[in-house]
């Protein structure tokens, strides 16, 4: 099964780190983001990846043609091995298939997309963001889509406050909670969708797929929700790296580890 990974966003709010690279090569624990996710998704076996690339898209192709990117992990890397025009496809050791897709830098997250449907070879595609990490079992994932039926599936997270919360009485506080769980779902990317769901998209480069697929998919109830209870982090910020950095460093001598 595919994996489309969506890598070309601005990351506007990351300003400091993305005026000189993308997003989904600001560091964590030493590797780019991107290399964790498709490390991640490689774990379950799932090995064809198509990156829609868009700014400084250039970048990534150049990281992932670097010979010793894959050093530590992989032997005979780089070779590549097909060239079109917006398109090139490198293997790695017969392990990650990557084709690189310039869909343009004003391009919206439904339209890079959508652009993708002439590269997904399957009936069903994996699709996630650039800049999330999680440790979601990509096979549970892909069985639960399949038991529910639904034209796509998303994997939802409970959502984090980023402040602490006071419950106040006649201006005096009753109680504090730093940064509680609150009780909602939010989306935490890494879907599962029929072919099916391209239709519901355009390549207007206005296109957003939240706007668009998911609302569609929920007004239809065609949308699953994937419940994962491990840990996830969306990398918006300067300061959700550093946290992602730390969390992943906490977690190294965990003998359960399998995210990366």
Known sequence: ??????????????????????????????????????????????????????????????YFSDRNVFAASFDNVGEHYETEKGRERKRYNDQWNITFVDTGEETMTGARVKMMEEYIKGEQFLLTYGDGLADVNIKDLVDYHEAMGKMVTVTGVDYKSNYGILKVKNGVAVSFEEKPKLNHIINGGF???NREAFSYLTKDTGCILENTLLVEMANKGELAVYKHNGYWIGIDTCKDLEEANMLLQNMENKPDETAI
């Not at 624990?29 to 898209?57: E, Q, T, V």
């Open 191 to 193: 879907f599962v969708c």
């Open 1 to 62: 099964m595919d994996v489309i990974i969506l890598c070309g966003g601005k990351g506007l709010r990351m300003s400091q780190i993305t005026s000189t690279i993308p997003k989904p090569l600001a560091i964590v624990k030493g590797r780019p983001i991107i290399w964790h996710i498709m490390k991640h998704y490689s774990s379950y076996g799932y090995n064809d990846f198509i990156l829609p690339l868009g700014y400084k898209g250039e970048i990534i192709k150049k």
